[in-house]
């Protein structure tokens, strides 16, 4: 089968494709034919090895997809040829096929095209968790997203808008911004044209409920003095490449809770229930990811080149 591989430790570029035999199906698997792949922030990390878990070359990136089970092993239960499906694991999905444990995936809903089904998981996935099981997000609130124009960023926009909340969206670009306002944001913030902390003074003069913050670094500090007091910081990555030192007076001061994410975190029936609620918003059309780039399976260094750069609106796929 062909496959994006990542020879070596590098930049996007060291990735090349090349035909590799295809992965076999073990007893526990499922075998799915990859119709469409997301690339995500963490893909570009693995590549470069400067994530926080390594996986040795040689190795096939690519953490997300969607596609159609063509096996299913002897001992797996779940799903059967036919199905069509959407999946995570760390790595191997910018390829023709994977093979992968059944647990790992979901049923695309009806009506749902395949780069739909795998731009909205990891993304809408984190935003969503986040809003409801850790911020509590509730109608009304004030929330702002820093890297409003990415993946999870404009996933939270979505999200928070139609949970009722009033959105006020950071990105680095004028172009960002207006996607990020044809989805709902309420007030747009572009960090590079001027002084940050003036910038939420005039947009939230009362401070904010919630910040949502997937990229760190300079926008943190600034982003926790905008929450009023009892406002929740929730903090879930850091794409700009900064982990942020935050000043622990703020907190003290302004008596407000910093938070952390991440998905087992989440009380199992809580989980559930967020996920069903997901569901159904993509299966009634409620939420449609923002797709900004499509790439062939021969263009997957370029696709990761475009989101190391910081260039990526909504979702980039690659599609096989």
Do not use: W
């Not at 089970?69 to 096929?97: C, I, L, Q, Y």
């Not at 998905?263 to 939420?287: H, K, T, Y």
């Not at 475009?306 to 979702?315: S, T």
Request: contains cysteine.
């Amino acid at each position: 089968m062909r496959a994006a591989v990542c020879p070596e430790y590098g930049p996007p570029e060291v990735v090349s494709i090349e035909d590799i035999a295809g992965p076999t199906v073990a007893a526990d698997q499922v075998g799915v034919r990859v119709e469409a792949a997301a690339v995500n922030f963490p893909d570009v990390l693995l590549v470069a090895n400067k994530y926080q878990i390594s996986v040795p070359p040689p190795f096939v990136p690519g953490s997300e997809f969607a596609g159609v089970v063509d096996e299913v092993g002897s001992t797996a239960s779940g799903f059967v040829v036919g199905d069509r499906v959407a999946g995570t694991g760390m790595f191997g999905a910018f390829a023709e096929r994977v093979a992968i444990d059944p647990a790992a995936l979901t049923p695309i809903p009806d009506g749902v095209e395949s780069a739909t089904a795998a731009a909205f998981g990891v993304a809408h996935r984190t935003a969503y968790h986040t809003l409801q099981s850790t911020a509590g997000i509730e109608a009304g609130d004030e929330l702002v997203v820093l890297g409003a124009g990415g993946g999870v960023g404009l996933a939270a926009v979505q999200l928070g808008v139609a949970l009722g909340a009033r959105v006020t969206a950071v990105a680095s670009s004028a172009e960002k911004l207006a996607v990020a306002g044809e989805y709902g944001a309420a007030s747009l913030i572009n960090y590079r044209d001027g002084e940050l902390r003036a910038a939420f003074k005039d947009a939230l003069p009362d401070g904010a409920d919630v910040v949502v913050d997937p990229v760190g670094g300079e926008l943190s500090e600034p982003a926790l003095r905008a929450l009023r007091r009892g406002g929740r910081f929730v903090t879930i990555g850091y794409a700009s490449g900064v982990i942020p030192r935050i000043p622990l007076n703020l907190v003290l001061v302004k008596g407000v809770h910093v938070l952390g994410f991440q998905f087992q975190d989440v009380p199992p029936g809580e989980f559930d229930r967020n996920e069903a609620e997901l569901r159904e918003m993509l299966a009634s059309g409620r939420i449609v990811p923002h797709v900004g780039a499509v790439y062939a399976l021969d263009d997957a260094a370029r696709a990761l080149r475009h989101v190391a750069d910081g260039r990526a609106i909504g979702k980039v796929l690659i599609e096989t």
